[in-house]
């Protein structure tokens, strides 16, 4: 509104100021008013209802926003509805909206709407009737009601035991049982809106029909004429509003709570009564049987304790009795013809009896004016207290010993009851100690070691007499020495038939014990010191044990060692034998490994070949042939052996061969070597396989693989010596060194065979001169023994085979003609290998270019002379 008088003034102004001017007319619009309305339009809300609030511009199309206030303050900005979840009282107030156009025009604010927040109402749960306590068949109604609320609301019904059911107030219940009761509570809702607080609970006690009580006053049950009883009948606690009915055997007799009998002997029977309340009838009660008798029994005077002793100190109650099921009997006590006591009860008590005590006591009944006739007689014996005496032969034992401690009462034969005190604290039975009779029996065990004072003392049973302690009795108990149990083994894991050897030692006094001993706790016949196994088999595998037993004191025994676990396998299986590496052959100078392996401890191994021990012997795992020859092929097998016990691997066979020889061979004429050309050396291995060659000159390889080496053949390397050997990628991968090879050698060869081919030729040309000079020069009378021809004639060659000459190249000489042969060669023919030539070993060395001495010739004709 401000705004249009701003915009009034300042075009009044402004037509003051300004010259008239015609100028065009704006139309002006009311700035329009909103309407606020609330959806639902409820008077009264609860927290979590949701509410709209939606503001309208009548006739307006304009894009209006609104600002939303309460009586708090500003909201918020928004559209023309704002929609709130209600959370508490504190959104109750009064809610306006303010349509505007965002930098144009803001209209007046709408009017108020109150919006009613209350809080969610409690509940409030009656019963009908209101009763303490209801009976199964009766009808009760539950009433929820709001106060203060006028809408709609429906409950929900609980009881302790869960949900019952959804309906409106009020609930009516017909109760069945005592299942019925509980506590019962409402909880109001509105569907889709709000669900109050649980109302408080109502009780609903549901109790059985009770049955009343029948008492008798007096409480007698037995009567005698003209005696008068009063019967009355009622419940624990309350009986108001019940009303009751008398009956004796089903028969009514009349409707009260009292019932009085003046009796006599037909109104002996059974009565009983029931009540009525509302609609319920209670259970009849308990039958009260009524005796009505003629005269009384007589009275029998018994003794608490059925004894005639008694000892000093000792209650001695008297109890009279009659047959009688009444109250306010008198009782009169005698004690030898005198009255000693007299009293409505029916027990007479001397609280601590003295000797003087001892008598005859009597007994008799008075109820009213009538009397029982007198009991019968019990005497009485009152004596002084005894002293305990302890007997024991046991001054000392043994854990696992039973010692036996026996407490008697001299000259008294009552029962008593034995208590035992050691070191003065109370022995009782328990796990070691056994209480019985007169007798304490002691387990002895480990934990028992000391020395014990024990002293006993009798209690009469079901009396309080209490005998004096017996002296003390002095019992030491020892620990017995603690057993070993040992193998005679390092290995606990055996084979059939192995020997086993068990040893159970005791270091102190061994000789005055014997031994136990258990297999998987089961006990073994075994007494010794050792328990021997002389072959083992599958059944002996177990937990084993020992303990000693004295040999005196049969129940001294010591606890057992701990436990020695002894396996025996099933089937001994055979040492591993393996080669590595494994081949189906090895080569000469190859290394060979084997290995040998038996499973378990203890294991010494022994190697053989060809059922022969090795030699050097070996005991170790495994056996290594660092250079493999071929008297190492065969068959190898390995023995694994602890104690008496061994066993044999399956055999290997192991087989060397020889390694292929390379053949050097000369591949270039003498002639050409002794003229100083190339010397061709050739090598070759043969077995049809492709193969490298290495090569060595004096003990040096050479930097050549050919099958061929080409060598200038000076004065150096004719001296030189060479090998060579075959070389491979896969096994073999080489072959064995050729024989060696120096050029000189041969060359030296070829002289020698050339001197002594010369020889032989020098030799037969001399001896054929000579024959023929010897034929010509000969006398023809005389007859001299002529030396054979050294050939024959072509007429005597068909009959003799061989000629002397031939004989004597032939014949093996003797080994004394060999040595003397040999002897001649070195001295006649010897030669020297000097720079590549031949020389005689007396001759200059410019001489020595061949044989120039024949000094064995001579020796030669002598035998032809001859």
């Known amino acids: 509104m401000e705004m249009f008088q701003i915009i009034f003034l300042t075009v009044a102004v402004s037509a003051q100021v300004s010259p008239p001017t015609v100028k065009p007319v704006t139309t002006n619009r009311a700035i329009p008013t909103a309407k606020l309305t609330l959806e639902p339009a409820l008077a009264v809300f609860y ?92 009808n009760v109604t539950l009433k929820c009601e709001i106060e203060g609320s006028s809408d709609d609301w429906s409950y929900k019904w609980r009881n302790n035991k869960g949900f019952l059911q959804e309906s409106k107030s009020p609930l009516e219940i017909t109760l069945k049982s005592m299942d019925d009761s509980g506590e019962y509570t409402c909880q109001p809702f509105i569907k889709d809106r709000v669900t109050t607080e649980m109302s408080s609970a109502v009780t609903l006690q549901v109790n059985e029909t009770p049955r009343p009580k029948l008492t008798a006053d007096p409480n007698w049950t037995e009567f005698f004429p003209n005696e008068t009883i009063t019967l009355t009948c009622g419940f624990d606690g309350n009986s108001d509003g019940w009303s009751f009915e008398w009956l004796k055997i089903n028969e009514t007799l009349k409707t009260s709570s009292t019932l009085t009998i003046t009796a006599k002997p037909s109104d002996s029977g059974r009565y009983s009564c029931k009540g009525k309340l509302r609609s319920v009838v209670s259970q009849q009660s308990d039958a009260f049987q009524l005796n009505v008798k003629d005269q009384w029994p007589k009275p029998n005077l018994t003794q608490s304790q059925n004894v005639q002793v008694f000892y000093k100190g000792e209650t001695i109650t008297f109890n009279c009795k009659v047959e009688v099921r009444s109250l306010n009997l008198e009782y009169l006590f005698f004690r030898d013809s005198v009255q000693i006591h007299a009293n409505t009860s029916n027990s007479f008590s001397i609280q601590s009896a003295q000797v003087s005590h001892s008598g005859k006591y009597l007994c008799q009944v008075k109820r009213r004016t009538l009397s029982s006739g007198q009991s019968d007689v019990r005497t009485v014996t009152v004596k002084e207290i005894p002293q305990a005496q302890l007997n024991s032969e046991w001054k000392d034992a043994f854990p696992g010993e039973t010692v036996s401690l026996q407490c008697v009462i001299p000259g008294v034969s009552e029962n008593w009851i034995y208590m035992w005190f050691r070191n003065e604290k109370t022995v009782s039975s328990g796990p070691d100690t056994n209480v019985y009779g007169n007798t304490l029996s002691l387990s002895v065990k480990s934990h028992h070691t000391g020395l014990y004072m024990y002293v006993c003392q009798a209690q009469l049973e079901r009396r309080s007499v209490t005998s004096a302690k017996s002296t003390q009795h002095s019992l030491n108990i020892y620990e017995p020495p603690q057993p070993k149990l040992s193998i005679e083994s390092e290995w606990k894991m055996f084979y059939r038939s192995e020997k086993i050897t068990l040893k159970c030692s005791i270091n102190k006094n061994p000789n005055d014990w014997l031994y136990e001993w258990y297999k998987n706790k089961s006990p073994l016949p075994e007494a010794k010191d050792t328990l021997l196994i002389n072959s083992a088999d599958i059944s002996h595998s177990g937990s084993y044990k020992c303990k000693g037993k004295h040999q005196q004191r049969s129940k001294v025994t010591t606890s057992e060692t701990q436990a020695l676990q002894i396996h025996i396998y099933d089937k001994t299986p055979k040492p591993d034998i393996k080669e590595h590496p494994s081949f189906e052959f090895f080569y000469t100078d190859e290394r060979i490994h084997l290995d040998c392996n038996m499973s378990g401890d203890g294991w010494e191994y022994h190697w053989n070949k060809d059922s022969k021990p090795t030699q050097p012997s070996i005991t170790n795992t495994n056996y290594t042939i660092n250079s493999a020859s071929l008297h190492h092929t065969g068959v190898y097998k390995c023995e694994a052996k602890r104690g008496d016990f061994s066993i044999y691997s399956e055999p290997l066979k192991v087989e060397v061969q020889a390694r292929l020889s390379a053949v050097l061979t000369l591949g270039t004429e003498l002639s050409d070597i002794m003229a100083g050309s190339v010397l061709t050396l050739r090598c070759e291995v043969s077995d049809g396989k492709e193969w490298n060659y290495t090569w060595s000159e004096n003990g ?161 004709w002598q035998i032809c002379s001859i």
Not at 71 to 91: A, H, P, V
Request: glycine share 4%; net charge negative.
């Open 47 to 138: 927290p979590s209802d949701n509410v709209t609030l939606k503001c309208e511009i009548e006739g307006s199309s304009d894009d209006w926003s609104y600002k939303w206030r309460n009586n708090k303050g500003f909201l918020q900005e928004s559209k023309s509805r704002l929609e709130i979840t209600l959370k508490s009282m504190d959104d109750s107030g009064e809610y306006t909206c303010q349509p505007f156009i965002k930098d144009r025009v803001t209209a007046e604010m709408s009017s108020a709407v109150t919006l009613q927040v209350n809080a969610i109402p409690t509940a409030k749960l009656t019963l009908e009737p209101a009763l303490a306590v209801f009976y199964p068949s009766e």
């Open 700 to 860: 040096q390889e050479l930097n050549e693989s050919s099958h061929t080496l080409k060598v200038k053949a000076t004065e150096d390397t004719i001296k030189n010596e060479f090998k060579c050997r075959g070389k491979r990628t896969v096994r073999p991968l080489y072959s064995s060194w050729s024989e060696g090879f120096v050029a000189n050698n041969t060359v030296f060869k070829r002289k020698i065979l050339l001197a002594i081919s010369g020889f032989f030729i020098c030799c037969i040309v001399i001896l054929i001169i000579g024959c023929i000079v010897l034929k010509i020069t000969r006398k023809p009378v005389k007859k001299e023994t002529l030396c054979e021809d050294l050939f024959i004639s072509m007429a005597d060659s068909k009959n003799q085979a061989t000629t002397p000459l031939m004989e004597y190249m032939e014949n093996k000489p003797k080994e004394n003609e060999s040595e003397e042969k040999e002897e001649l060669i070195m001295d006649h023919i010897s030669v020297t290998h000097v720079d590549g030539v031949i020389k005689g070993k007396d001759s200059p060395s410019a001489e020595a270019n061949g044989l120039t001495s024949f000094k064995g010739i001579d020796k030669v």
